[in-house]
C-alpha cells in the first residue's frame, strides 16, 4: 500500500504468529498501521526505515483495509492494535506469558492501565512497565529503561507512544532489547485505561474512527489528518489507476 507492505491475516494468524517467534527464541517488532504512518513513511526516511524494518505491518485503519480489498486483496482485515493488544492479554494470562508496558500519558496512568488490564484478565502478568516524558530520553535515562526491560523477564514488551515515535523507537530499541516481541499499539493504553472513549463500533466500520478521535482531540490531532487524510486519497487513487492499467495490459 502506497510503498509499504501490509499483512493479509486475521488475530488468530497474527496472535499464533507471535507465539511462535516467541517459542523460537527470535526477535521482531510488529506495528498497526494506521493511515497517518503510511503517508508519514512516505515523507521521512527514518520512519520509512522503522516500517519496512517491522517484521510485520498489520493494516490498522479501515481505509487501509478498503483499499487493499480494491487492489484485490479480498481477504484482508483490520487488525485494530487495541483489540490486538486485549486478545494477546487474554492469551498470555491462560498461558503465564509476561509483558511489559511502554507508554502511558504519566506514571500514573500506566498504573492505571496495569490496574485495569490485571482486573480485565485475572493471572496476567505485567513484568514491569515504564511511562517515558514526552522529551527524548538522555543516554542514562535510555541505558536504565534497557536495562529494565531486559531485567523484567518479558517476553512481550508493548509500546503505546504513538505513532511514528514508537515505530522509531522499535526499530533503535530492537537490537538491544531481550523480549523476543516488541508490539507499536497506538493510542491502546489510553483507551484500556479508561483515559480516551474508543469511537463506536458502527463509526469504526464506516472508516470515520478518524473523525469521532478528531473530535474528541482536536487540537492534538486536526494537522494530522488535515494534512494526510487527502494525501492518502490522492496517492491510493494514482496507484489504483495504475492497478487496473496493469490488469487492462494483462488481458489484452
Known amino acids: 500500500m502506497l510503498g509499504i507492505p501490509l499483512a493479509i ?31 508519514s513513511a512516505r515523507e521521512d526516511s527514518l520512519v520509512r526505515t522503522a516500517v519496512l524494518g517491522a517484521s510485520l505491518a498489520v493494516p490498522d485503519g479501515q481505509p487501509l483495509v478498503w483499499a487493499l480489498r480494491a487492489l484485490g486483496h479480498r481477504r484482508a482485515r483490520r487488525i485494530y492494535g487495541p483489540d490486538l493488544m ?8 491462560e ?12 506514571r500514573e496512568a500506566l498504573a492505571l492501565l496495569e490496574r485495569r488490564l490485571r482486573e480485565r484478565f485475572p493471572g496476567l502478568r505485567i513484568a514491569g512497565g515504564f511511562a517515558p516524558p514526552f522529551r527524548p530520553l538522555d543516554a ?11 531485567a523484567s523477564g518479558a517476553e512481550v514488551v508493548w509500546v503505546g507512544t504513538g505513532q511514528p515515535k514508537q515505530e522509531k523507537w522499535m526499530l533503535a530499541m530492537r537490537p538491544h532489547l531481550r523480549p523476543p516481541m516488541l508490539v507499536g499499539v497506538g493510542a491502546a493504553f489510553d483507551f484500556h485505561a479508561g483515559l480516551v472513549p474508543q469511537a463506536p463500533a458502527w463509526m469504526q466500520r464506516s472508516g470515520l474512527e478518524w473523525a469521532y478521535r478528531l473530535a474528541r482531540e482536536p487540537r492534538r490531532l486536526w494537522r494530522r489528518y488535515a494534512r494526510y487524510n487527502p494525501m492518502f486519497v490522492a496517492g491510493f487513487a494514482r496507484q489504483y489507476a495504475a492497478h487496473r492499467r496493469d490488469r487492462g495490459r494483462l488481458k489484452g
Not at 486478545?87 to 494470562?93: S, Y
Not at 498461558?95 to 504519566?106: A, D, K, V
Open 95 to 106: 498461558r503465564g506469558t509476561p509483558i511489559y508496558l511502554y507508554g502511558g500519558r504519566t
Open 9 to 39: 491475516c486475521d488475530y488468530e494468524q497474527v496472535i499464533a504468529w507471535m507465539e511462535q517467534v516467541i517459542a523460537s527464541g527470535e526477535r521482531g517488532y510488529v506495528t498497526a498501521a494506521a493511515v497517518n504512518l503510511v503517508m
Open 86 to 93: 486485549l486478545r494477546f492479554c487474554e492469551r498470555a494470562a
Open 140 to 150: 542514562a535515562e535510555e541505558r536504565s529503561s534497557i536495562e529494565a526491560i531486559n
